[in-house]
């Protein structure tokens, strides 16, 4: 589906010039003359939704009939997706923190930098609770979260599989109320959450949103569906949104 390799680009460039407009380059203050980049930890949220219109896409059909075979099958395919370059980018970190600390220079806190984390990362489960805020790979964070949605996907599967679309539609509505009341009374009126019950329910929701939202397209080619129109309108409204929301607070 070229339209959503096209969105993945697009969320992915703004979710590096977010971190990298308050890392390297932030002397050069981009946030402050383009404020949506201040609001790149979005691409994050846009991924989770994604991940879940592709992942129904591909195996929302494999749980018509659940078996453990099935599931099992399914977490594999998972793990070759994900292992291989998260475990590679985690063990360079362990190779460059054990460098760092041989070179005056460099300057690593340690405390972010534990064995006990490192064993946590490795089995992808940071973000479960288990350490109180991102370590060793920080991004990684949103690797954990959706291994969490992998994990449930299937019970996910079982339940949406023979809804109608009428029901699928307000069920996705209902989500996006869920999202929109913690997000102003749970998260603190920001969506930037990466660890914790507030990081997995940021995950899920918008993971769940995207397996509906692929579900009621139905038989639907959607990989001829021009996209280019409704993401400029989605891109548009959240700019809105945000614009109203900026006016609003004090």
């Known amino acids: 589906m070229d ?14 010039a977010y971190h990298y407009g308050l890392g390297p380059f932030g002397r050069l203050h981009l946030i402050r003359v383009f404020p949506f980049i201040g609001f790149g930890y979005l691409g994050v949220d846009l991924f989770f939704m994604l991940s879940g219109f592709v992942i129904w896409h591909v195996h929302g059909d494999d749980f018509r009939r ?6 099992k099958r399914f977490m594999m395919l998972r793990v070759a997706r994900l292992c291989p370059v998260y475990l590679f980018t985690l063990l360079l970190l362990g190779a460059i923190f054990l460098l760092s600390t041989a070179i005056a220079s460099w300057h690593m806190n340690p405390a972010n930098y534990t064995l006990h984390d490192f064993l946590i990362n490795m089995t992808m489960l940071q973000t479960w609770g288990l350490v109180s805020h991102p370590t060793w790979n920080y991004p990684d964070w949103s690797v954990s979260a959706e291994w969490f949605c992998y994990f449930l996907f ?13 029901h699928a539609i307000l069920i996705v ?5 869920v999202l929109a009341g913690v997000y102003l009374f749970a998260f603190g009126r920001t969506m930037n959450h990466a660890a914790g019950w ?4 940021r995950a899920l929701i918008e993971f769940l949103t995207g397996c509906l939202l692929r579900h009621i397209f139905g038989q639907v080619r959607v990989n001829r569906i021009n996209w280019t129109v409704p993401l400029l ?17 004090p």
Do not use: Q, Y
């Open 3 to 16: 339209g959503l390799t096209g969105l993945r680009a697009i969320a992915a460039i703004w979710v590096i």
């Open 173 to 177: 509505a209902t989500l996006f109320l």
């Open 233 to 249: 309108v989605l891109l548009g409204l959240i700019f809105i949104t945000f614009e109203i929301h900026s006016a609003l607070t």
């Open 154 to 166: 299937p019970f996910a599967a079982l339940m949406f599989i023979g809804l109608k679309r009428a």
């Open 66 to 71: 659940p078996s453990v075979e099935r599931f």
């Open 198 to 201: 507030m990081a997995l329910t």
